[in-house]
């Protein structure tokens, strides 16, 4: 029992390793919200699906290639209005070269601000920033000096 596990080891199931592929955020308009990821944070739409089964069309941005990183997908259901609003502490969170900028950014492609930009703690060089996207998804932003730690 006293052995720490390697941080490099991966949890595997059927020797296969697990990774996070997509997070998926309900949104009123497709087309305004994808505007707004890809103005604010500059993602790109790495492939549109449209599943008639359901009813709903979906983008997925990104960085790079959903088969070697996390992409968001956003998604609109075409019969319903979606229920949107409190978060009730669920967020996800980018990190940013320019917090400031990048905040207001948001604020300025219709986004809210949560928290402004500030210290994570005293004499913290890290700083971190709450925004609300178009749906109401809560977005932290989060900027690190190189060597700091948060």
Known sequence: ??????????????GRAFRIRHLALEVANLEKSTQFYQSV?????????ENPIRNDVAA?????????????ELYQFRHKTPVLGESRGFHFALAVENIEAVHDRAIKAGGLSKTAPQNNRPNSINK???ILDLDGHEIELTENAHGAQS
Do not use: C, N, W
């Open 128 to 130: 971190f920033a709450f």
């Open 60 to 72: 997925y941005l990104g960085y790079h290639d959903e088969q070697d990183d996390v992409s968001i």
């Open 1 to 14: 029992m006293g052995e720490t596990p390697s941080a490099k080891a991966e949890p595997a199931v059927a």
């Open 41 to 49: 944070f500059g993602m790109k739409v790495l492939r549109i699906r």
